[in-house]
């Protein structure tokens, strides 16, 4: 059964920085799109940052420049390089690991809790 986990998160004050990690079991991740998502209470998931299997980012606007997402195929794993937080980046942060044309491979973790405060 494939596993997704995330980890890193924490309480930080603005301006700080933070590493979120996320390791995939059981599938290999070079075939997949890989992306971290957030998500506030009562609001949608919204996708951060995505990484292709060819190495194609792409960033939600109001973390560009600031955040930075990127991929280890050898450990099955992505990373989300997080600076400058603001206390908006507060939320739940997923990882998703998407194959794209293959039904059913869409894998989500529990979340990992970042806390920015002002």
């Known amino acids: 059964q494939v596993r997704v986990v995330e980890s890193g998160g924490e309480s930080v004050q603005a301006g700080g920085s933070l590493r979120l990690s996320c390791v995939v079991s059981?599938?290999?991740?070079?075939?997949?799109?890989m992306s971290w998502y957030r998500q506030v209470d009562g609001k949608e998931r919204e996708l951060v940052a995505k990484?292709?299997?060819?190495?194609?980012?792409d960033y939600l606007d109001s973390v560009k420049g600031r955040f930075i997402i990127s991929r280890d195929n050898a450990k099955n794993m992505i990373y989300l390089q997080m600076n400058g937080l603001k206390p908006e980046d507060t939320a739940v942060y997923y990882c998703?690991?998407?194959?794209?044309?293959?039904?059913?491979?869409?894998?989500w973790g529990q979340g990992t809790q970042v806390t920015v405060s002002s």
């Open positions: 998703n690991a998407y194959r794209i044309g293959w039904r059913g491979h869409n894998y």
């Open positions: 059981d599938v290999f991740i070079e075939h997949y799109d």
């Open positions: 990484v292709t299997p060819q190495g194609t980012t």
